[in-house]
């Protein structure tokens, strides 16, 4: 049956008909209302007791991902990605960016994503390249460029073999050697 009933006395408003233009009055009845008797409260359950050497091998096994995770980035990692990048552009992000955006003719993507390669792996292959499609997009009397031969003809050219310029981890591990480090 019915838990609890109540009266909901009857009450007025006004508002305004949008259709007929004009201000009106309506009166709702006093209405009866109930309630359904709330449900019975579910047992609580015995807590869950873990033994101290499960909690502790957890915790042990989360702080070794954890340092696994943070040695990984710092150990290389990143050195290892740019290096197969260079080699491999279509293992970059950019780089199979640069091939989709060849692929769907996308040329603002292909030419954001060409100048991004250029920043991590310059080569002069590529800055011809990039000039030749910037000149076909820009000027009206070159011929258009074929995105997706451009993509080909970017991601084969090579960047520049030879010296690098030294990056901060090689300047601190120089430090670390003993070495002398010059800042210019």
Do not use: C
């Not at 359904?36 to 957890?58: E, F, H, K, Q, T």
């Not at 955006?101 to 390669?117: C, K, M, N, S, T």
């Not at 002069?124 to 995105?147: E, K």
């Amino acid at each position: 049956g019915n838990g609890t009933s109540a009266i909901l006395e009857p009450f007025s408003f006004d508002y305004f008909d949008t259709v007929a233009r004009r201000m009106r009055t309506v009166t709702i009845s006093a209405q009866r209302v109930a309630m359904a008797d709330a449900p019975p409260v579910p047992p609580v359950p015995d807590p869950v007791r873990l033994g101290g050497l499960r909690i502790w091998g957890a915790m042990a096994a989360g702080v070794l991902a954890g340092l696994v995770a943070v040695l990984a980035g710092r150990s290389g990692g990143a050195m290892v990605r740019a290096a197969l990048g260079r080699r491999w552009p279509l293992l970059t992000r950019d780089g199979r960016a640069l091939w989709r955006a060849g692929r769907q003719g996308d040329l603002p993507a292909l030419r954001a994503a060409a100048w991004r390669i250029a920043q991590t792996s310059p080569s002069p292959a590529r800055a011809r390249l990039l000039d030749g499609f910037d000149t076909g997009v820009f000027s009206a009397r070159g011929p258009a460029p074929d995105p997706a031969r451009f993509a080909r003809a970017y991601l084969r050219a090579r960047p520049k073999e030879g010296p690098r310029e030294p990056t901060p981890s090689d300047l601190l591990s120089d430090a670390r050697q003993g070495g002398t480090v010059e800042l210019t």
